[in-house]
């Protein structure tokens, strides 16, 4: 579908709107939630956006309860995590009028590779990986650089390690044991034996995060060993959407039971990040930043130049090669087609 494109002017407008919106719904936070205006619509409050199923936006009130509301088109598309303002419209249905600033967005390309909102106000990612399936290195670096852009911080998650034995965990700790250098919080997991739950819900406490990677890694089995009482969410939902329990073909968000949110996504064969400016990858490759200007020459490639600093690092093992061929990796995709 096509984009609409808004001047500067028309998006003011919508600002304005907007407030003015959330204002009237401060003021008359004290009158009844099933009153109706004249389009029969009820009072407007605010609700939170749970996930997102094409015509479809369940979104959850101030009382917990979730609703199947439309969109105003002007909204663009909104994602599971977004605060929006809403008007019930009938018995678990509503109206999604307005939508708060957002503190965080992360996107993945679509097919075409534009970027495709997918969840906001996030606080970090969460990049699981699992011996099953095989893990494309960069792919992890992929992500990092995600969601150093958007300024979210991240952690690993291995997962699956009840598949490993102990040689094998020596193996995944040696070969992620760059991240947790260069300051990452690297865990090991298994929902099957419950095996590093505990300091990943330490870690996901109080905070609203997203569970990223590959198909199959196990982010919804993760969910469910966090979340004991998700089946009576995936019944609600499938109430809420007449569409059944496939709980993860759009991102998904659930509240932990020790505070903080925790967002389930679909998971990605590939994983690209579009057609972007290069010069935002730095923020991903966090060891690279005392070497930034330290090359000879200042167009640099960093590939077989003379004087280039930070093959000089790898050299000397201060950065991991499979680091630096990532981001060259990531360059050449990024480059606009
Ligand atoms: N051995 C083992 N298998 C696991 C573990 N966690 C999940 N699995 C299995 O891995 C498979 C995929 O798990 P899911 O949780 O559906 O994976 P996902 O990442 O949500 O996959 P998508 O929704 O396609 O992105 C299932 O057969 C799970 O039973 C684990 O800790 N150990
Ligand atoms: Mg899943
Ligand atoms: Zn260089």
């Not at 309860?65 to 909204?75: E, F, P, Y």
């Not at 990943?200 to 109080?206: A, E, N, T, W």
């Not at 925790?262 to 010069?279: K, M, Y």
């Amino acid at each position: 579908m096509a984009r609409r494109h808004l001047s500067e002017r028309q998006r003011e407008q919508i600002r304005q709107t907007q407030e003015q919106r959330r204002q009237r719904a401060t003021e008359r936070s004290g009158r009844q939630a099933d009153e109706l205006d004249d389009a029969g619509l009820g009072v407007e409050q605010p609700g939170l956006v749970i996930a997102n199923y094409g015509p479809a936006l369940i979104v959850e009130s101030s009382q917990g309860a979730w609703h199947r509301c439309a969109v105003r088109q002007h909204l663009g598309t909104l994602v599971c995590g977004d605060r929006v303002l809403w008007q019930p419209a009938g018995a678990g249905e509503g109206v999604v009028i307005a939508l708060e600033e957002r503190r965080s967005l992360l996107s993945r390309p679509d097919y075409s590779g534009r970027p495709r909102p997918m969840a906001a106000n996030l606080d970090q990612l969460v990049v699981v990986v699992a011996p099953q399936p095989p893990l494309q290195d960069y792919f992890i670096d992929s992500y990092l650089v995600a969601s150093a852009t958007i300024g979210v911080e991240s952690l690993l998650v291995v997962n699956k390690i009840d598949l490993l034995d102990t040689a094998g965990v020596a193996e995944w700790e040696a070969r992620l044991a760059t991240y947790r250098r260069i300051g990452y919080l690297l865990l090991f997991a298994s929902t099957r034996t419950a095996h590093g739950l505990d300091p990943l819900r330490d870690r996901l406490k109080g905070r609203t995060s997203i569970l990223v990677g590959q198909s199959g890694v196990g982010k919804s089995s993760l969910i469910k060993a966090l979340l004991p009482d998700l089946e009576i969410r995936i019944q609600a939902l499938s109430v809420a959407t007449g569409l059944g329990t496939h709980a993860t073909s759009t991102a998904m968000l659930y509240h932990l039971p020790d505070g903080g949110d925790l967002i389930d996504s679909p998971g990605v064969r590939g994983f690209t990040l579009g057609t972007l400016d290069p010069a935002v990858l730095e923020p991903g490759f966090v060891e690279f930043a005392p070497y930034r200007g330290q090359c000879r020459f200042s167009d640099c490639s960093h590939t077989v130049e003379p004087g280039c600093a930070l093959l000089a690092a790898v050299k000397r093992g201060d950065i991991d090669l499979r680091r630096l061929q990532s981001y060259h990796q990531l360059k050449r995709e990024r480059r606009p087609a």
